[in-house]
């Protein structure tokens, strides 16, 4: 795990970020370009999933969206900061052991500003308050559901992989799975459009990507690996 951390992820990292950062980017100047107004693509989406809402349904999806938020995706990165700060234990002192447990909980939050200022800047409307099955606040682009559910299940799933190396895989699937599923549900719930949910996984990804590259160095040290950067 110490060679992957250390040699081939520099690279592939920097450039999962930079193109997370062009698509965001991208799909943020197209939607732009609309006057922020929604394409036909998802109005359509809208349209069926509103069509397609029966009562169970629904309400199942109301309880998996509370997961993607609040205390949930808190409670994931503090989680992730003990696994972290377990799998540094014998390399660490108790100053540097308090930094990693609260480290992931630190970038969420960072993240959580990053993503306020973008939605408060753009400005994007919801769909419609008539179509919502789900109270909602503020603007749309990018989804904070999305963004949340996404960079929290992503700290844990690299904690995991720092802690047990064979589970790398598995983790990071349920944590894309997961992500996933918080997504759809916003749409699903009628509170943002398709595109909100694409940007919000974009801007979570590159987030995440930030922080390995600007912390792997350190987490590196701290577990005493010794492979060149």
């Not at 509370?66 to 700060?85: H, I, K, M, P, Q």
């Not at 540094?88 to 993240?111: D, I």
Request: proline share 7%; charged share 15%; glycine share 8%.
């Amino acid at each position: 795990m110490a060679d992957r951390l250390n040699v081939r992820p520099s690279t592939a990292v920097g450039a999962v970020l930079a193109l997370c950062v062009a698509v965001f980017a991208t799909v943020a100047a197209l939607v732009a370009a609309h006057g922020w107004a929604p394409f036909g693509f998802e109005r359509g989406a809208l349209d069926w999933v509103v069509a397609h809402r029966p009562h169970p349904a629904e309400r199942t999806a109301e309880l998996l969206t509370d997961l993607g938020t609040g205390v949930f995706s808190y409670l994931f990165a503090l989680a992730a900061g003990v696994l972290a700060a377990r799998a540094t234990r014998p390399h660490r002192s108790r100053p540097a052991a308090v930094a990693v447990l609260l480290a992931p909980a630190a970038w969420l939050a960072a993240g959580q500003l990053l993503r306020q200022g973008l939605m408060h800047g753009f400005g994007r409307p919801r769909p419609p308050a008539a179509d919502w099955a789900f109270t909602a606040h503020d603007f749309a682009f990018p989804s904070g559901h999305a963004f949340t559910a996404a960079l929290s299940a992503g700290l844990l799933a690299l904690a995991v992989a720092m802690a047990r190396p064979s589970a790398a895989r598995p983790a990071a699937t349920a944590a894309a799975v997961f992500a996933v599923l918080i997504g759809c549900t916003r749409v699903y719930l009628g509170v943002h459009w398709p595109l909100d949910v694409l940007a919000g996984w974009l801007l979570a990804v590159a987030w995440l990507a930030l922080g390995v590259l600007l912390f792997r160095k350190r987490l590196g040290a701290l577990r005493g690996d010794h492979a060149p950067g």
